[in-house]
């Protein structure tokens, strides 16, 4: 690996751990950028679990010096995504790889188009909604496993939606359940893509160490005031990138 491929993975892990950590999104940017680097793209997705891997252990810690785990019921929901997540890899190892990148180029594109055209709601507005059904949320999570354990692209949406509108949880709280849960189940799937060869850890390592500083980072600041700012880079670079997925 090139020193210039370093600092380039370095800085998009970095930038991902940051995203992710704040509310989703990160692998948007550092899958595309390693199966742009040649990776085969199953070999791509396994390694992009590294830093996932690596991101959430700074997240959780973080989260946690500020008193806002729930590790009762993260357990809960871990165990349900991490049987999902074991079913998720197991069919990406052989997932056609035209398929995948178009896939992927897909869910970009929706993501980024329903961070910029949802209607925001205010933490007021998400606390009245009394719907508390726990179960109906461990359920969920079997779901968003499998999706996890496939892609893992903007999973973090999909959580922070489950535990806001169903469990009525503030932000700050969703955001370190879900941290916790995509560690847990992400170690399961990270075994399989290890198990069938599919990890390269000099890449997965480097991008790795960025993401863990920028989920550490995250996790322990608020940055409402860059939000808007972190949207449209956002929108930007992942349109580029989806195109990219799509047509090369």
């Keep these: 690996m090139e020193y ?14 940051f995203i992710n950590t704040v509310a989703g999104g990160g ?31 700074f997240a959780v810690s973080g989260f946690k010096s500020r008193g ?11 165990l349900s995504a991490i049987i999902g997540s ?6 990406a190892i052989d997932f056609p790889e035209d398929v995948f990148k178009k896939i992927l180029s897909l ?19 998400l606390n009245q909604k009394l719907i508390k059904n726990k179960l109906v949320s461990v359920l969920l999570f079997f779901f968003v496993g499998i999706y996890g354990g ?16 169903i469990n009525s949880l503030k932000l700050s709280k969703a955001n370190s359940i879900k941290v916790f849960v995509v560690l847990m189940y992400t ?4 075994m399989i893509f290890i198990y069938e060869g599919k990890v390269n850890w000099i890449y997965g390592i480097s991008i790795g160490l960025g993401s863990g500083l920028g989920g550490w980072i995250a996790s322990r600041w608020s940055y409402n005031k ?23």
Excluded: Y
Excluded at 108 to 122: A, D, H, L, T
């Design 4 to 17: 210039s491929d370093f600092i380039i993975l370095l800085i998009c892990g970095i930038i991902s751990g």
């Design 27 to 57: 692998s948007f940017l550092t899958l595309p950028i390693l199966i742009f680097m040649d990776l085969p793209v199953s070999i791509a997705n396994g390694t992009n679990r590294v830093q996932i891997v690596m991101q959430n252990i």
């Design 68 to 78: 806002l785990s729930e590790f009762k019921f993260s357990g809960w929901l871990s």
């Design 86 to 91: 074991i079913i998720g890899a197991k069919i």
């Design 107 to 125: 869910i970009m594109i929706i993501v980024v188009m329903s961070i910029f055209f949802k209607k925001n709601q205010s933490i007021n507005q």
């Design 150 to 165: 496939f892609i893992h692209a903007g999973v973090g949406f999909i959580m922070i939606a489950i535990l806001a509108h």
């Design 187 to 190: 170690i399961f799937a990270l």
């Design 226 to 248: 860059s939000d808007r700012i972190i949207k449209i880079l956002l929108g930007i670079t992942v349109g580029i990138m989806s195109i990219r997925l799509w047509f090369f």
